[in-house]
């Protein structure tokens, strides 16, 4: 069987790590439609999940666990599977898998990378890694779930984004310790996605570091026993009123 570039440049992402794993679909494997995760009552589902998951490991009632912030958590960890296999894709490969919502699939986990396979993809090398992340990752299928989980539970699309921003800041602190060689590369790229397009104002990169802060926050100190993330606009969590 030919592999093509595209399937290549994913199958040299996953190297990095988990998160930057997205699996070839395979029928009878348990996989779920990514479609689903634009639905209110699937991500309600996943939601309520880990709420029950935070409360046992915060030792605490689940109603002491806020669901506007599990919900910001949960698409966190779901935004950073999303983006972190196309990023890697980018810079190792130079190109972009052009991604759709109906040749994406899902399975249900608590904790950890969500499982995530392509039955279908295409792509090209690129003029424009940026612009192409924009149009074929952040508009093609993060926007859809981001918007579902800003409507169903009332969390600002800028904190969303923001999440969004925070998940590639993690894939390039992977990258760059994974491939050194690809380090500047990386950089650059991220520092073009925070530049313009849909992550303008989103965070600030001192490309020297690399550091990377936020300009707002996913909530995760609203969480009993939690702290604030090492990219976080806030210096330490607001006390409570």
Not at 62 to 73: G, K, M, Q, Y
Not at 146 to 173: I, K, Y
């Amino acid at each position: 069987m030919t592999t093509s570039p595209d399937d290549a440049a994913l199958d040299l992402a996953s190297e990095v790590g988990p998160f930057f794993v997205l699996d070839r679909w395979a029928p009878d494997a348990g996989w779920r439609p990514f479609r689903e995760l634009t639905e209110p009552d699937v991500i309600a589902d996943r939601v309520a999940a880990a709420r029950e998951m935070l409360a046992e490991r915060s030792r605490v009632r689940i109603d002491e666990i806020e669901e506007r912030a599990t919900a910001s958590i949960v698409f966190l960890g779901l935004a950073a599977r999303l983006v972190s296999p196309a990023f890697a894709s980018a810079v190792l490969a130079d190109r972009v898998p052009h991604l759709q919502l109906d040749a994406l699939w899902w399975q249900p986990v608590v904790g950890g990378p969500w499982p995530l396979a392509r039955s279908n993809v295409a792509g090209a090398v690129s003029e424009d890694l940026a612009a192409d992340l924009d149009a074929y990752v952040l508009q093609a299928i993060v926007a859809p779930a981001l918007d579902t989980f800003a409507r169903t539970f009332a969390v600002s699309p800028q904190v969303l984004w923001g999440n969004v921003a925070s998940s590639l800041g993690g894939a390039l602190t992977m990258l760059r310790t994974a491939r050194p060689d690809r380090a500047d590369a990386a950089t650059a790229l991220f520092a073009e996605l925070l530049d313009r397009g849909t992550l303008a104002g989103t965070g600030d990169l001192d490309p020297a570091g690399p550091s990377f802060v936020r300009r707002s926050c996913c909530l995760f100190y609203r969480v009993p026993g939690a702290g604030i993330c090492g990219d976080c606009v806030l210096d330490e969590p607001p006390k409570p009123a």
